[in-house]
């Protein structure tokens, strides 16, 4: 059987892997309803946010605190690394700039700058090989 301690010891380094994978503040918690499961539900504040309202969610359902913690461990592990997490944050921002630029009829002097920056970006992506 599964203690109180055991869920507390299982659950209480998933904020501290989430810091490291770039999210800020994280907060878990696991909520027990009566026949229906276990749910582990993780948030974070969105990075530049203004407001402290805007945060990302994530909940994770299982039949078992195990099932539901496999499937939040499963999910955290394939987060992207802090520095790609931010790298591909910045590439969004900037395409979306480009975008408006575009659809504003920006002169090309001014876009062309920015295309290439996102190319380069963009080809460092694709090419980028994290340390050993």
Same mark, same amino acid.
């Given at each position: 059987m599964t203690t109180i301690a055991d869920i507390y010891a299982a659950i209480? !380094? *998933? !904020? &501290? %892997? *989430?810091t490291a994978k770039g999210k800020v503040k994280p907060e878990v918690s696991l909520v027990i309803e009566a026949n229906? =499961? $276990?749910a582990i539900t993780m948030n974070w504040d969105k990075r530049h946010a203004k407001y402290n309202y805007e945060r990302d969610y994530k909940t994770f359902i299982g039949s078992s605190f195990d099932e539901a913690l496999g499937k939040a461990m499963s999910f955290i592990k394939k987060l992207p690394s802090a520095d790609q997490a931010k790298l591909h944050e $910045? %590439? =969004? &921002?900037?395409g979306k700039l480009i975008d408006a630029g575009n &659809?504003? =009829?920006i002169s090309v002097d001014f876009m062309n700058p920015l295309l290439d920056t996102m190319k380069r970006l963009s080809e460092n992506v694709i090419t980028y090989k994290p340390a050993a």
């Open positions: 209480n !380094p *998933l !904020p &501290a %892997m *989430l229906a =499961g $276990f $910045f %590439m =969004g &921002a900037l &659809a504003d =009829g």
